[in-house]
């Protein structure tokens, strides 16, 4: 449960505010665009002015599912909102161009799940993170019920698509008793379940399927519990791909027989490599991904860093990789 007196103060600066910026983090997912876009229709509903603002386009199967025109790019100017509200973005540094501005500005909330590693998290005003929570979706699900802000057929299609991405299709171990109960209310307030997942689970673009098949063929099991793979620029560029047509190729990843933990690597630009870790059950990736500086859950985490070369990058990931696992050996035999 949402504490009251964060409730309290929540309700007391959007009634307070007329004109009010949404933020997303970097490389966004449909978790953090669904509570955005949610919480911009629940807000546009009550008369409040809000834009949302992005770092990039988004990826084929998000337009399915979003209107990419009620998005801004860039061009933000702090003085014109009265106040700001960031949603799934744990840092400063995961709102990217937009991370100054929100950090300096005097009214400002975050609505967050995630775990900091780095303790660089207290980047807004008002805060309300939740770790225990399937989804950021699900705590603007809460957060609009508590403000007794109506959830209309168009936020909660949103919120269910969220839902649905950050737990895997209700399939990861983040699902809890609470994720049905949210998803079966969305449905009830209106959700189109058939338009949400067709944009999740049953849109492919032919660049996609052309790029799913360099990655099954780059596929590496390393020391019998390590799924490894990598995919190059070159290789993006031959079939006309770009990093979003890669997008849930992670999750496909850590299905390998064996693996307790899966790295899926992408040259999203010459020499920047975009890591997507996955794990099973009792395996901690967040402590993978801080290390060169990005974070997520821990089952599903991510980072990005620079390298000279995709040799380079493999090596240091894999020894990062290897050096957790040793750690976790260690930590096994001293329980027992």
């Known amino acids: 449960m949402i504490p009251k007196g964060i409730i309290k103060k929540i ?22 665009l669904g509570s955005m876009y949610a919480l911009y229709y629940a807000l546009s509903n009550i008369g409040k002015d809000v834009d ?65 590693q780095d303790g660089n998290f207290n980047i807004a005003k008002i805060s309300y993170v939740d770790p225990i ?95 490894f793979c990598a995919i190059s620029q070159k290789e993006l560029n031959k079939v006309g791909a770009t990093k979003k047509d890669c997008s849930n190729l992670s999750n496909k990843l850590i299905c390998c027989q064996g693996a307790n933990i899966s790295c899926f690597m992408v040259e999203k630009e010459l020499n920047t490599y975009d890591c997507s870790f996955r794990s099973m059950k009792g395996y901690d990736v967040s402590n993978i991904a801080s290390f060169f500086g990005g974070g997520g859950h821990k089952e599903a985490s991510g980072c990005c860093f620079h390298a000279s070369s995709e040799d380079e990058a493999k090596k240091r990931v894999l020894n990062a990789i290897k050096h957790y696992l040793k750690y976790k050996e260690k930590e096994n035999d001293n329980k027992q």
Request: glycine share 4%.
């Open 133 to 227: 929570r399937s989804s950021c979706s699900e705590i603007i699900y809460e957060l609009l019920n508590c403000l007794k802000i109506k959830v209309i057929p168009e936020t909660a299609t949103m919120l269910f698509a969220g839902l649905s991405s950050d737990t895997g299709g209700f399939q990861t171990t983040n699902t809890t008793l609470n994720s049905f109960k949210t998803a079966s209310e969305l449905i009830q307030d209106g959700a189109d379940t058939l338009k949400a997942n067709d944009a999740l689970y049953r849109f492919v673009t032919i660049k996609s399927l052309k790029i799913t098949k360099i990655f099954y063929d780059n596929i590496e099991i390393i020391d019998k519990e390590i799924a």
């Open 11 to 32: 309700k007391k600066k959007i009634k307070e505010a007329n004109n009010i910026a949404l933020f997303c983090h970097i490389d966004p997912d449909f978790d953090c």
């Open 52 to 116: 949302m603002f992005t770092h990039e386009q988004f990826s084929s199967s998000q337009s399915q599912l979003l209107d990419e025109s009620l998005v801004k790019v860039g061009g933000f100017n702090p003085k014109k909102y009265d106040l700001l509200i960031s949603v799934d973005t744990p840092t400063e540094a995961r709102l990217g161009q937009y991370g100054q501005d929100f950090v300096k500005h005097e009214n400002t909330i975050k609505l967050d799940h995630h775990h900091c």
